[in-house]
T-cell receptor, first 112, second 115 residues
Framework: DAKTTQPPSMDCAEGRAANLPCNHSTISGNEYVYWYRQIHSQGPQYIIHGLKNNETNEMASLIITEDRKSSTLILPHATLRDTAVYYCIVRVGAGSARQLTFGSGTQLTVLP | GAVVSQHPSRVICKSGTSVKIECRSLDFQATTMFWYRQFPKQSLMLMATSNEGSKATYEQGVEKDKFLINHASLTLSTLTVTSAHPEDSSFYIC???????????FGPGTRLTVL
C-alpha cells in the first residue's frame, strides 16, 4: 500500500473549516484513500473514503486531486469535539477485508 | 449502524495471569476482524487478522502462542493475552469489516495494565 505524508499538527478556530492535507504521491490506480480519526483514548472512527471522485457525507468532504497524488479532508464547521488525530490511509480496495496501516497522522486541535 | 463493542474497556491484572478481550460487531456480520495494539503517543500497530472459522494471521514479531485469537462466529472475535507481563500493558483495539459498506469499523479499545 502507498505511503502517506501528513503534517504532524494543525490548529483550527472553532466554527471555521478545517482542511487537512495528505500527500500520497506513489498511489496506484486501484488504491483508495481512507480517512479515520482517533479522539484521545478511543478507537478510531471512520470518516470517509474515495477513489478518484470527490466525496461528501454528513461528517466531512474529501477532495482528491486529479492526479490522485494528494487529497484534503475538509471539516466544514469544526467544533471542539473534532479535536483528534486524523489518519489518512491509502489501501487497495475491499476495505472490509484488508488491513489498514496507520501512520502518525495529524493532530488537529480546534481552538475556542 | 456499524457498531463494534469491546469488553472489558479496562482491565488491571497481575503479572503471569491471562486476560481475554472480546470484540463484537453488534449490527453487522464481520467475516474479518483485526486486532491492533497502541502504545502511548504511538500509532496503531496491526497485530493479527482474524477470519471467521479459520486460524488468525499474525504480523511479524507478534507471538501467536502469547496472543491467542479466536473468531468463532461472524460477530465475535476474542484476543487472549496469555501469561501477561508489564510490557504487554497497552491499548488493544479491534476492528471489524463490513461487507455492506466495504469499510472497517473500530471498537472503543481495551486498556490493559499488567502489574
Amino acid at each position: 500500500d502507498a505511503k502517506t505524508t501528513q503534517p504532524p499538527s494543525m490548529d483550527c478556530a472553532e466554527g471555521r473549516a478545517a482542511n487537512l492535507p495528505c500527500n500520497h504521491s506513489t498511489i496506484s490506480g486501484n488504491e483508495y484513500v481512507y480517512w479515520y480519526r482517533q479522539i484521545h483514548s478511543q478507537g478510531p472512527q471512520y470518516i470517509i473514503h474515495g477513489l478518484k471522485n470527490n466525496e461528501t457525507n454528513e461528517m466531512a468532504s474529501l477532495i482528491i486531486t486529479e492526479d490522485r497524488k494528494s487529497s484534503t479532508l475538509i471539516l466544514p464547521h469544526a467544533t471542539l469535539r473534532d479535536t483528534a488525530v486524523y489518519y489518512c490511509i491509502v489501501r487497495v480496495g475491499a476495505g472490509s477485508a484488508r488491513q489498514l496501516t496507520f501512520g502518525s497522522g495529524t493532530q488537529l486541535t480546534v481552538l475556542p | 449502524g456499524a457498531v463494534v463493542s469491546q469488553h472489558p474497556s479496562r482491565v488491571i491484572c497481575k503479572s503471569g495471569t491471562s486476560v481475554k478481550i472480546e470484540c463484537r460487531s453488534l449490527d453487522f456480520q464481520a467475516t474479518t476482524m483485526f486486532w491492533y495494539r497502541q502504545f502511548p503517543k504511538q500509532s496503531l500497530m496491526l497485530m493479527a487478522t482474524s477470519n471467521e472459522g479459520s486460524k488468525a494471521t499474525y504480523e511479524q514479531g507478534v507471538e501467536k502462542d502469547k496472543f491467542l485469537i479466536n473468531h468463532a462466529s461472524l460477530t465475535l472475535s476474542t484476543l487472549t493475552v496469555t501469561s501477561a507481563h508489564p510490557e504487554d500493558s497497552s491499548f488493544y483495539i479491534c476492528s471489524a469489516g463490513s461487507l455492506a459498506t466495504d469499510t472497517q469499523y473500530f471498537g472503543p479499545g481495551t486498556r490493559l495494565t499488567v502489574l
